[in-house]
Every structure is written in C-alpha cells, then in structure tokens.
C-alpha cells in the first residue's frame, strides 16, 4: 500500500529518483527551536511518508481567517467549476499571469489535478489578484496529498493566514512588487559582488530581481524546492529572501569570469537555477541561505512596508498590473546623460551612485537642490535649499580633486528638534562613500556585523551620555519615509552607532564615535574625515581637506517633472 501523500497524482518512478523514501517515519518534536532545527537539517526530507505529514500538521497549524474553504468545499464546488472539460485543457485563474505550472514529479493526471485545485481557488478567493507562486505550490502539495480535496484545503490555509506577523505568499502585484524591490535592497546589502554584476550587464537591473520568486517557486528542482519549503512552512517568507539571496551568490560565483550579455541575463540566471544540482547540493544551498546575517523579520517587513508605500505614491494599484510599472528604470532612464550635470561628478559616476541607494528610491531621477558654486558658501543656504527633501545626497568635491560624499535617508529640518543643540538623526540606510581616487561605499557597522546587536522592540532611543550631543528618532515609523534600520529597532551596545548625520549652525557631521566620517565647517570651507563608529571606514579623502564644490542632490519622481 502507498503511504499517504504518494499515490496517483505521482510519477513513481520520478519521484523515487528525485526523493528516495528512507528517511524516518515519525516526528515527535512540539518545540519550535527545535523544529526549526530539524526542518534545515532536512530530518523529514528523505520520507514521503513523513513529510506529508508533517505538511498536514504545519498547515493545520496556521491560524487562519474564521471561514477558510475545506475539502468538503472543494468536493461541492470541482464539477460545478470544471464541467465537462479536460483537466489538462483548462485554462490558469488570470491570478497567476501566464505562469507555466511546474510539473516536478506529477504525472499527467496530476497535471491536469493542479489546474482544477487553482481554478476552484480563484472561485474562493476573488480578493485575489496577483500570485504567480501558486501552481508551484499547489503542483507541490499534491505530491503529498491524498487527493485533490486535501490539497485544496491546504493550499486554502496557506492563502488565508491572518497572523500579521506570518507573511507567507504575495496576493497582489503591488505585494508581488514591493517583495521584488525589497528583494533589490537586500541583494544590494548582502550581495554587493553579485549585484555590481548585475548593474553591469543590465540596463533594468529590478526586472532581474523581479525574476526571484520563479527561481524558487518554478525552476528549482523538486527535492531543492521541497527542501526550501519545508523551512519555509516553520520560518515564513524571510526564508525565501535568504535562498533567493544565496542563489544569487552561488550564480555569480560560477558565472563571474564569464562573458554575460544584458538581453540573456534573466534566462541565465534560470537556466543555472534549473540546472543548480551541476553547482550546489540542497544542503549547501540551505547552508549558503543561514550564514547570511540578515536583519530581523519586523526590519524585513519596515522595508517592504516602505516600498510599498513609495509604489502607492506612485499610483500604482492591482489594477495596472498590465503596465509595466515599477521599473527601476535603471541607469540609462533614471540619469540622463543630456540633461544631467554636475561640477563634481559625471553621469557614470552618479550612475554608480544610484546603483547603491534603496530600490524606493532609485524610482526617482537626480534633482540637483545646492550647488555652492550657484547657491554659495553657505551652511545656512545649504540647509535652507535642501529642507523638505528626503533622502538628500551629498558631494563633495576637494581642491585636491578628491571626491567623497554620503547618501543621507533623513530631511534635515529634523536638525531643528534638538532645542539648539547638536544632534545626531537618521537611518542605518545613510552611507558614505569615496569616488576619487578610487570608489569604495560603507555602510552601517550593523550591516556587516549584525552579530553587534538584536531586534527590539519599536521605542525611542536613549539620550546619549554628552549633554551637547543626543541622538533622536522619530516616534511613529508608520510616518517615516525611510523606517528601515531605525536605530531604534535594535539593541545597541553604545550610541556611537546611531550617529549618523547631525546639523548645526557651524557645522555639518555624518558619522560619529572615536571620529567623523565626515566634518564641514559652517562656511563650506574645509573639512576633515576619519575612522567612526557608525561606518567603520577608512578616510574618504585627506583626513583635512580643503572644498572646492558641495553639492546636495534630492530624488525627483520622473512623473512630476
């Protein structure tokens, strides 16, 4: 007899070759730590007979809204719904955009299975709008279901968890969307080698990233993409981000000594993950995937928040899904080579610089806001000329022709909460970074080195210990247009961490603690830069500098102009 979960729907012989049954057959672990444990480790991987029960316990387990479809449902509803047709003939739910439905180890009758469940969902689930995730997980539910009816139940519980703090699959294009550029901002982060290649041979550098969620949920083969799943069913959706990511590094490891050419990049990058098994074992994928030190789920989820809410501003709805919308446009439409100039940079330059700022963002177009060279020598005017914008970019340009600068997340008017006093403000998204003599960007210490600190929980920061020098943060994050890596969201282990740029009548400072990354006088004048805590950086130029030009450039949206 057939353990549960192999049965009809199975090409036997496929599936023993992908997934050998000799695993163990019972699982007694009620801790989560250690389930989590055991799920990484793969304990269920190499029986079907236990991991389809462990999918039925995870999926019961998921709280859901109070009338969420059941097998009996689908039992009603799968004649009314099919009718007379041919199973393999029926068309997808619009939902899931042409989406080609992965096959795995499904024979043909299992084929035409997964189109019925997914049509029958689209009758239950008219709220849904966009999910091209879905066959793939239905395709995978059925090998470890006992009939149709199971795993349309389980596919339901999946699609309607309500835990907010439990986000599984995306249901809309603007979700879809914003996991997509949030998924840019962490390759950015976490992937830099990869993502300089990336930059390099393509000109939509988010239409490759908008190709992650495929990776997994499509090309993958089954007994890596049953293996993801299985994390993914205890830890949730961060899962995915940590696969994707290492997928990327795997990819650019094998792929970075050989020429890419910008039209292919996208099958590339598919063809490797179809082929993965030539490249990297399920195990070293997985292992790959937990050694990136990514930020907790609730920064994850400020992140996604954000870019959802730069995509809104942008009036982009499930409706316009037909569009192509949120296009990063990058490099050649976000700067214009006719219409752009600058006394310190050039187009490639700030073509460089743009590659590094949040996808959000690099929506926009560079607004040139101060120039000292048209605006003069002037904090004061610097100030005046750069309130009500955020983010800001700083240039500076020294007589030594040395250029260096800092992308700053926070609107300086903030300067003025510190009753006269001189206080430190921002995001762990400001960086800073040298482009002559040689280009190099750092980021927050936090970032490489998240082992310094943990999450917490949202509330204000502490007053630091210098009477003259505090740091300060916003008290409603919902507000806020750049949430992410909010100093206090996390315990740090001083303050010199949070310093990231602060304002004063004769001063202007980005990074702080045993230093300045940056120091410039209340004229413009000169400057000094040096080793600080929040950066953990070298020198971005002379440690005291002579200015020839400043420049502070903001983010224009390219449909207000």
Not at 298 to 311: G, H, R, S, V, Y
Request: hydrophobic content about 40%; proline content about 5%; some cysteine.
């Amino acid at each position: 007899m057939d353990p549960p979960g192999y049965n009809c729907f199975v090409d036997k012989d496929k599936m023993d070759a992908s997934i050998q049954d000799l695993g163990p057959k019972e699982l007694n672990c009620t801790e989560l730590q250690e389930l989590k444990q055991l799920a990484r480790q793969g304990y269920w991987a190499q029986s079907h007979t236990l991991r389809g029960r462990v999918y039925q316990r995870l999926i019961r387990d998921i709280p859901c809204r109070t009338v969420t479809p059941d097998a009996s449902v689908y039992s009603d509803i799968v004649g009314k719904i099919v009718g007379k047709h041919s199973s393999r003939g029926l068309p997808l739910p619009e939902f899931v955009d042409n989406t080609q439905v992965p096959t795995y180890c499904l024979n043909t009758r299992g084929e035409g299975a997964v189109r019925k469940i997914l049509l029958c969902i689209a009758n239950q689930f008219p709220d849904i709008s966009f999910c091209p995730a879905l066959p793939a997980v239905v395709a995978l539910l059925l090998h470890y279901s006992i009939d149709e009816a199971e795993c349309f139940e389980k596919a339901c519980r999946i699609l309607s968890c309500n835990d907010p703090t439990k986000k599984l699959i995306d249901q809309s294009f603007l979700a879809f969307e914003s996991s997509c550029m949030t998924f840019g901002d962490l390759v950015n982060k976490y992937c830099q080698a990869a993502h300089k290649l990336m930059v390099a041979v393509s000109e939509d550098v988010l239409q490759v990233y908008s190709d992650w969620q495929r990776w997994l949920f499509g090309e993958l083969p089954l007994n890596y993409f049953a293996r993801v799943f299985d994390v993914f069913l205890v830890e949730g959706y961060k899962v995915l981000y940590r696969v994707a990511l290492a997928i990327l590094k795997f990819f650019h490891k094998v792929r970075a000594g050989q020429p890419l050419e910008s039209d292919n990049v996208k099958q590339d990058i598919r063809m490797f993950v179809k082929d993965i098994a030539k490249t990297v074992s399920p195990e070293k994928l997985l292992e790959k995937a937990f050694a990136i030190r990514l930020f907790s789920r609730k920064e994850i989820q400020l992140l996604q928040m954000a870019n959802e809410k730069a995509l809104r501003q942008k009036g982009i709805t499930v409706k316009q899904k037909s569009v192509s919308l949120s296009k990063r446009q990058f490099v050649h439409l976000a700067v214009h080579a006719e219409n752009f100039h600058s006394e310190i940079v050039s187009v490639k330059e700030m073509r460089d610089i743009w590659s590094w700022i949040p996808e959000r963002f690099a929506l926009c177009q560079p607004l040139l806001l101060f120039s000292s060279l048209q605006h003069g020598y002037s904090l004061s005017r610097f100030y005046f000329q750069c309130e009500g914008h955020e983010p800001t970019l700083l240039l500076i340009k020294t007589t030594q022709k040395e250029v260096c600068g800092a992308y700053l997340s926070t609107d300086w008017s903030e300067r003025t909460k510190f009753g006269g006093k001189l206080g430190f403000f921002g995001t762990g998204e400001c960086f800073v970074f040298r482009l002559q003599p040689e280009v190099q960007r750092y980021e927050w210490v936090v970032i490489k080195h998240p082992e310094l600190t943990k999450a917490t929980s949202l509330k204000s920061s502490e007053a630091a210990a210098s009477p003259s020098l505090i740091s300060h943060c916003s008290s409603d994050p919902a507000d806020r247009l750049s949430p992410f890596l909010a100093a206090r969201h996390f315990n740090l282990p001083s303050k010199t961490e949070s310093m990231f740029m602060a304002g004063g009548n004769d001063c202007l400072i980005i990074g702080g603690g045993g230093g300045q990354a940056l120091y410039v006088d209340g004229d413009l004048n000169r400057g000094r830069t040096g080793h600080c805590d929040t950066f953990n950086n070298q020198p971005l130029c002379s440690e005291n500098f002579l200015i020839a030009a400043v420049e502070a450039w903001g983010f224009q949206d390219p449909d207000t102009e």
